[in-house]
């Protein structure tokens, strides 16, 4: 039995990975992933081999990896964030079938929702809903759909993939969307560069955030309720000092 | 200024920490923390005081921690999973403002949410919303508000507090509340014990969570309308392959 680890790294910095995502990435002989994130590991493996494709092909750069680990090689993928976070661990596992002999191991890492919630503060301190505004994947009416029940039960939302190459207005049209049950002053917060050099955060009013532009190396959250602003962090009450 | 450092510790074993918390532990002059998650780091910090307060006793932990700061050390206050989700970082914010100079910083963890998925197998390549079942903190009529949205629009669910000490039919309430919507097959799955000894994993459909008895140690993972299961793990596609 041949070993897959795929491996979330966390947060941009190597200082956001767990032990147990190092010890994997050490036990590797071939590491496998996109560009951009094995440079941020390059040093924790110096002399490891590594098997690159480019981004967006993420079913090649998959069977890439179980076709290595099939041949007897324990292969650690990389993923930035959580690879169980929509990434890489679902379609390994999908795909997996086609390789027997393979284990698949998926090392859990901090994701955006959480990392991000961090830097601004305390926003997930109550129910939250994670939505990608992605729609590569996934039909816009699915989204929107989700995006209003969401608001409508008062979850505190965290949208990844706020911006995307083709269309620029997601954003704006999840907030007119969110709108139709929060308040405008509701609390917002963007999360950008979350561990990596240029991090900054912004906190806002939903309002605000409607007609505010982002990036791809942008988290945003939205705020509940009750979700409010602390010495400039956005905190959302858990509701303990009223016991 | 001094440091309150809000650390999540990440599941049960130190290897599921990062190398951000890590470095907190070492920074910090003082420990606090709730007993139980001191003995997971004592080992990391073998020479440094502690101050732990009995469980439940939140408001008095955050201010011992908090007086701390602000009697000029550096302080770590630790917590299992991610302090940032419905853990003690929002509180920490909320009395900030009585211990001016205290300046709060979350270091984020591997929430149950994201280990818990990653030993089931890959639940979240998909829109997830996350609902505690404790109503402790939170009237029982907006939970089930906010599991009849969830379910309605498809979301995966995870149920942080799935069991309570008073209340035994918390999570057969939420099924049959999920069940308005879902399909008694949809896949869920149960993680107990993460990254601890006795660590244990139960895939099952809705209707057989329905009827399951669950401890306070377990997370509980109910699929969206496509969840499946591979080789015996819980999956939610994502759609890569039929791009």
Excluded at 20 to 26: C, F, T
Excluded at 60 to 79: N, P, S
Excluded at 161 to 180: Q, Y
């Amino acid at each position: 039995m041949s070993k897959l680890y795929v491996v979330g790294l966390g947060p941009g910095s190597v200082n956001g990975m767990t032990g147990a995502a190092k010890a994997a990435l050490e036990q590797a002989d071939v590491i496998v992933g996109y560009t951009v994130y094995i440079d941020l590991i390059r040093a924790q493996v110096p002399d490891k081999p590594v098997l690159t494709t480019p981004m967006r092909q993420e079913v090649e750069r998959v069977r890439l990896a179980l076709k290595t680990a099939a041949e007897g090689r324990t292969v650690a993928m990389v993923c930035s964030g959580d690879a169980g976070v929509y990434g890489m661990s679902g379609l390994c596992e999908e795909l997996s079938s086609e390789y027997p002999g393979v284990e698949i191991q998926t090392i859990p890492g901090v994701s955006a929702v959480l990392s991000g919630a961090a830097i601004l503060g305390a926003p997930l301190m109550h129910d939250f809903a994670v939505i990608s505004l992605s729609d590569l994947l996934t039909p816009w009416e699915k989204i929107e759909k989700r995006l209003l029940a969401a608001a409508e039960a008062d979850f505190v939302i965290c949208l990844y993939n706020p911006a995307s190459h083709k269309r620029r207005d997601h954003l704006k049209r999840a907030c007119e969307l969110v709108l139709r049950f929060a308040s405008p002053k509701t609390v917002c917060g963007i999360a950008r560069n979350i561990g990596r050099d240029g991090e900054q955060t912004q906190v806002l009013t939903l309002e605000e955030l409607k007609d505010t532009e982002v990036d791809m190396f942008s988290t945003v959250f939205i705020g509940n309720s009750e979700t409010r602003i602390i010495n400039g962090k956005m905190v959302t009450p858990r509701g303990y000092i009223h016991e």
